[in-house]
Nanobody
Framework: QVQLVESGGGLVQAGGSLRLSCAAS????????MGWFRQAPGKEREFVAH????????HCADSVQGRFTISRDNAKNTVYLQMNSLEPEDTAVYYC???????????????????WGQGTQVTVSS
């Protein structure tokens, strides 16, 4: 069955870094765009970053632009989110997701993604 398993979350001080990983199985990873989303308590799930099937096109939300980088390794069926200069406002549960098959357009909406992981907690202390 389809699985997306996130890892790498934890507690870090403001200004620190974390690298999230998401291991995929049960579907053809290399054919799907992937994304990272996050959800803070009491807030809606929000887009963080997108990467197309080949890794040649990426996009990050304005709130994390210049601090976060998304990448993927299709040989390892894994997508990554490198998070630098973390801020307390980045505290949330982070989810990776696999997009519906389609064109190479940018996917930023929750409803554009088919498969979801269980999430990993990231807590940034001030």
């Amino acid at each position: 069955q389809v699985q997306l398993v996130e890892s790498g979350g934890g507690l870090v001080q403001a200004g620190g870094s974390l690298r999230l990983s998401c291991a995929a199985s049960g579907f053809t990873f290399s054919t799907r765009a992937m994304g990272w989303f996050r959800q803070a308590p009491g807030k809606e799930r929000e887009f963080v970053a997108h990467i197309n099937w080949s890794g040649g096109r990426t996009h990050c939300a304005d709130s994390v632009q210049g601090r976060f980088t998304i990448s993927r390794d299709n040989a390892k069926n894994t997508v990554y989110l490198q998070m630098n200069s973390l801020e307390p406002e980045d505290t949330a549960v982070y989810y990776c997701a696999a997009a519906y098959l389609g064109d190479s357009s940018l996917r930023v909406r929750v409803d554009e993604y088919l498969y979801w992981g269980q999430g990993t907690q990231v807590t940034v202390s001030s």
